[in-house]
């Protein structure tokens, strides 16, 4: 919402502004419906409505009265930027930047407009955008709070640490209760590795403001990175984070491709398998740390105190499943082990296996990609749960009864095992996707 509300004569308008920049978007939307109901033609009106809208996720009506707002007065850049605003939020980011820069031509000195600029330019992952909108912005008012913050945003995904860091001290000392910095202060350190320091302005965050998910998601990470193991994965996310989403494709890509080759080499010479193996399994390993290190370390965050009201319900839902796997992943290896049969490996390997499945539900944005995910998560616990019990049962019954459901569990067992495998290639899209609201 922008910083300067603009002012009409209607009261109820008057008093729907006053509300919005307290944040009483509720109250605020009850005294745009009244000023309409006033004057139906009050432009500014149906703009600030829209913003109301989009806050409780009512998209299709925000996106009628944003419509209707620069219907009524195309030439009043408010109109382009609020409509812009309920774009930006209905991940619909392409048509966000043509609004704002509609915006930005109507009134190219407003630093309200070149942040929202900046931010959409950064969701597209568009870092040296991000960096030109942000930058003009702070040329009309360099202690801009949100273009600082931009700015600062796009140097780290630049890999400019040192001017981000400066920016954002900068930012701080002219405003130490400003919780986004904070926040921003603390990915930046969380980038170089200073997880203790990037704590500190995570609490001081929240402190200011309790309900920044952005600052409450990076003191969870700060938190599990204070194992070795997840520091290493946290620094591979964080790069990842940087690279287009083709490039990403191409490493994840690559990497496979890569695994493949070493695989023919190491099999077709076995004098070099004992320095090929082992890079083998370090990749496997990697590969199944990237799907599972960040809900199996939220589990270890749950013996924490403070890590426990860190996490998120989301987060929480998500630790207890995959915790419930790995028990019985656990449980199911002892007793191969003791008293050995193929029902407890099975059991074993479908538990493992559905760890990546599980955490990535709340990964995916809500709409189709969650609902998919959700399915395919089914249909695999589904696949394996059944077959785990056939090979189960075949350790209790009769010899010709036992064969039959022995086959018929590993029958079932490896369609499973592709689809688990399968997944993880699905789930890059599905997590990737950003679905229109």
């Known amino acids: 919402m922008k910083s300067r509300i603009p002012i009409a004569m209607n009261a109820h308008f008057q008093r729907a502004a006053l509300l919005m920049q307290q944040s009483r978007t509720d109250l605020a939307e ?6 309409l109901a006033d004057d139906p033609n009050e ?18 009506e925000a996106l009628v009265e944003a419509g209707q707002a620069v219907h009524l007065a195309p030439d009043d850049s408010f109109t382009h930027y609020t409509l812009s ?53 702070l040329q009309f008012d360099p202690e ?19 001017e981000a860091g400066a920016a954002l001290e900068t930012a701080l000392q002219r405003d130490p209760e400003n919780a986004l910095t904070h926040a921003n202060q603390g990915w930046r350190l969380l980038e170089q590795g200073e997880h203790r320091k990037a704590l500190e302005h995570f609490r001081e965050a929240l402190r200011i403001d309790s309900e920044l998910d952005y600052a409450r998601h990076g003191i969870v990470e700060a938190l599990k990175a204070r194992h070795f193991i997840y520091r290493v994965m946290l620094g591979y996310f964080l790069w990842m984070a940087k690279l287009s989403e083709r490039a990403q494709w191409g490493v994840i890509i690559g990497g496979y491709v890569g695994y493949r080759l070493l695989r023919n080499v190491a099999r077709n010479n076995p004098a070099l398998q004992p320095w090929i193996m082992p890079l083998l399994i370090l990749y496997i390993a990697f590969a199944i740390m990237t799907w599972v290190s960040s809900p199996l370390f939220n589990l270890l965050l749950r013996l ?20 419930l796997c790995v028990a019985g992943a656990v449980v199911s290896l002892l007793l191969y082990f003791t008293v050995g049969g193929d029902g407890p490996l099975v059991s074993a390997l479908v538990c493992g296996l559905l760890i990546p499945p599980l955490a990535t539900i709340y990964q995916c944005e809500r709409g189709w990609p969650r609902i998919t995910s959700v399915l395919i998560t089914i249909a695999l616990t589904a696949a394996g749960v059944t077959s785990a019990a056939l090979v189960w049962s075949s ?41 229109r609201r």
């Open 144 to 162: 801009h709070a949100q273009c600082i913050n931009l700015r600062a945003m796009a140097l780290v995904k630049l890999g400019r640490q040192d």
């Open 395 to 435: 350790q209790f019954l009769a010899e010709e009864s036992a064969r039959l459901a022995s086959g018929l569990g590993w029958l079932l067992f490896f369609p499973f095992l592709l689809g688990a495998i399968g997944f993880q290639f699905a789930a890059n899209v599905l997590v990737s996707a950003k679905p």
């Open 304 to 323: 924490n105190r403070f890590g426990r009201l860190a996490l998120s319900r989301e987060q929480i839902v998500t630790s207890n499943w995959v915790g």
């Open 85 to 137: 605003g309920v774009l930006y939020h209905s991940n619909r980011p392409q048509e966000a930047e043509q609004a704002i820069q509609e915006a930005i031509r109507l009134d190219p000195t407003d630093p309200d407009y070149f942040a929202r600029l900046a931010s959409i330019r950064f969701d597209l992952r568009n870092w040296n955008g991000a960096l030109e909108a942000a930058g003009l912005g």
């Open 43 to 60: 432009a500014r009106a149906h703009g600030l409505l829209a913003v109301c809208l989009a806050q409780r996720e009512a998209f299709r």
């Open 30 to 35: 009850q005294e745009l419906r009244l000023a």
